[in-house]
């Protein structure tokens, strides 16, 4: 047989637990492994830990997990053409082979009404580096999309480290608090305020600082599960500023809330402020707070992949073929499926962040009729 060496990039040990983060804490505060990466970020079930010369990927199981097992993670092109992707070795041992370097995989998703309410303290659960997430839409729309609320309660300094996204979207709203985070060749660290909002282009690397008690901030993804994978080597700042750098086709991108310009919306009765996200992902997809400027009620469609809404402040009134009626009050969200007519109905002090793909869907919907 061929021998595989010259394609294998790095290797890991597969370790199955029923207990995830238990076993990741002791290797991390007993044994001094640090993360390599991790996912899903609101609620982890694998992770890879790197010391002393070796790699594990601790996999989240169910009791009575099978043996450890090896993953080498090759160059598929490198690969002899006969090579099987799975090996066992004499004493038994499974050897998968995997890419090292994969594309990103984007399920084709699914259309769907779907709303989330503000239920009790147990829809909020653990996540990466001391945060808390609550899931905004639990059925993933299909594996393409995650929208969380995330809160920090105590704030004060964050246990992030220097990270990353494998992402093809990706944006962090904040809801209320501030933030104090950095990015890769962005300056200094900042401040997010109430209002504020970041794009996460894919793969800049970042860190959150430090937050106010009560930090609370939306974030939303494609697709919905992706990896956070930790850079031990970058400093950040990097000391460099870069606006215009291009990381996977999109620029990093920060919106000033205080500083923004209020228009009218395509549709009467609302006013706008753009993130400039649309333009940054080069139209990939789009976000902008919206608010109730005087009455409204009309019927909007769409034939986008993704519209989002989440109420800040105030109260929408959410009518849909069959799906009955519904007001969505302060931190509670909906997203509406393309192709049905949905009644809107708001008032002052109604305020709405809203994120859509493509970028163009919010400046193209429009009022169908006036009901």
């Not at 002791?26 to 070796?54: K, N, Q, W």
């Not at 850079?231 to 000391?239: S, W």
């Amino acid at each position: 047989m061929n021998s595989l060496s010259p394609a294998v990039r790095s290797a890991q040990v597969i370790v199955p637990c029923s207990d995830l983060q238990a076993t990741m804490d002791y290797l991390i505060e007993r044994l001094g492994f640090r993360v390599e990466v991790i996912f899903p970020a609101d609620a982890p079930a694998t992770a890879v830990l790197s010391g002393h010369g070796v790699t594990l990927r601790l996999e989240g199981t169910e009791d009575n997990p099978p043996p450890p097992s090896l993953r080498l993670l090759v160059d598929f092109s490198a690969l002899p053409k006969d090579a099987p992707h799975e090996l066992q070795l004499p004493n038994g041992m499974k050897v998968e082979l995997v890419e090292a370097a994969p594309a990103i995989e984007v399920p084709e998703g699914k259309q769907e009404f779907v709303i989330s309410r503000l239920g009790s303290a147990d829809a909020w659960g653990a996540g990466r580096a001391s945060m808390q997430y609550r899931d905004l839409i639990p059925t993933r729309l299909g594996g393409r999309f995650v929208a969380s609320h995330i809160c920090i309660p105590e704030g004060g300094p964050v246990p992030d480290y220097v990270h990353y996204h494998r992402v093809r979207f990706q944006m962090i709203f904040c809801k209320a608090g501030w933030v104090r985070v950095v990015y890769e060749d962005q300056g200094p660290p900042f401040v997010m305020s109430a209002g504020d909002c970041v794009l996460q282009a894919p793969e800049i690397r970042h860190r959150v600082l430090e937050a106010s008690p009560g930090l609370e901030v939306i974030e939303i993804s494609c697709p919905a599960l992706h990896e956070t994978v930790a850079d031990h080597v970058l400093t950040l700042p990097t000391g460099k500023l870069m606006p215009g750098r291009v990381f996977s086709g999109q620029r990093f991108i920060r919106h000033i809330a205080k500083d923004a310009t209020w228009l009218p919306w395509k549709i009467a009765g609302f006013e706008v402020r753009d993130t400039g996200i649309a333009s940054a992902t080069s139209g990939l997809a789009g976000a902008a707070v919206i608010r109730s400027s005087g009455e409204y009620s009309g019927t909007i469609q769409h034939d986008g992949e993704f519209l989002f809404f989440f109420v800040l402040c105030g109260e929408l009134g959410l009518h849909g073929d069959g799906v009955g009626r519904h007001q969505l009050r302060e931190n509670e969200s909906c997203v509406i499926p393309a192709g049905d007519n949905f009644e809107l109905t708001g008032e002052p002090p109604l305020e709405l962040l809203a994120v859509a793909l493509p970028g163009n869907l919010l400046a193209t919907l429009k009022r169908k009729s006036k009901l």
